[in-house]
Nanobody, 124 residues
Framework: QVQLVESGGGSVQAGGSLRLSCRAS????????IGWFRQAPGKERMFVAT????????YYADSVKGRFTISRDTAKNTVYLQMNSLKPEDTAVYYC?????????????????WGQGTQVTVSS
């Protein structure tokens, strides 16, 4: 069993930055990729970014490419999502999830454990 806990959300003005953290429990952190997803009010949950188990491979949604950076610290069992140049349309609950294949994915079906989410609010 893996538990994921997100933190770092908050309220910022447009153009600001936040860094989200996703801390995983257990000793198998090195074996799986992590994805970040977000869900805005009244909308479907959408893919944001993913990182492979080794950290050597990353992939981003077009809407965040060049503004968000995903990284991982194996010693801390933590994956980060650095979010810069935030826009009001980035407002959502952000979730991290553990993938089932080790190299990350943009698809929900490749994730089996999810965190509880952290709220990000960007005001104009």
């Amino acid at each position: 069993q893996v538990q994921l806990v997100e933190s770092g959300g908050g309220s910022v003005q447009a153009g600001g930055s936040l860094r989200l953290s996703c801390r995983a429990s257990g000793r198998t952190f090195r074996s799986y990729g992590i994805g970040w997803f977000r869900q805005a009010p009244g909308k479907e949950r959408m893919f944001v970014a993913t990182i492979s188990s080794s950290g050597s491979s990353t992939y981003y949604a077009d809407s965040v490419k060049g503004r968000f950076t995903i990284s991982r610290d194996t010693a801390k069992n933590t994956v980060y999502l650095q979010m810069n140049s935030l826009k009001p349309e980035d407002t959502a609950v952000y979730y991290c999830a553990k993938d089932t294949r080790g190299y990350g994915s943009t698809q929900f079906l490749h994730y089996d454990y999810w965190g509880q989410g952290t709220q990000v609010t960007v005001s104009s």
